[in-house]
């Protein structure tokens, strides 16, 4: 059974930063396409980034220049580094992974950024 486990979400002002991880775990297969997903409250669930197995990138245009979506193949780890944070920024953020043709997702990490 494959899991994802984020990590990094937290409490940070508007203009900081914070770095979200996913470890995936639970096979053997390459994990082909991994994403940053996020859902603020009352909101829909969003694309915030994704990235292939060979790295070309896809960003929300509100977040482009500010996040930066990156992968460890090795580690089967997916990273988020999200800076100039501002409020509206402020959801729970889901990683999520697709191989062999399923569809996989985190339980998701809480990113709160103050005013």
């Known amino acids: 059974q494959v899991q994802l486990v984020e990590s990094g979400g937290g409490l940070v002002q508007a203009g900081g930063s914070l770095r979200l991880s996913c470890a995936a775990s639970g096979t053997s297969f390459p994990i082909n396409h991994m994403a940053w997903y996020r859902q603020a409250p009352g909101n829909q669930r969003g694309l915030v980034a994704d990235i292939t197995r060979r790295g070309s990138t896809n960003y929300a245009d509100s977040v482009k220049g500010r996040f930066t979506i990156s992968r460890d193949n090795a580690k089967n780890t997916v990273y988020l580094q999200m800076n100039s944070l501002k409020p509206e920024d402020t959801a729970v953020y889901y990683c999520?992974?697709?191989?062999?043709?399923?569809?996989?997702w985190g339980k998701g990490t809480l990113v709160t950024v103050s005013s």
């Open positions: 999520n992974a697709g191989l062999i043709g399923m569809n996989y």
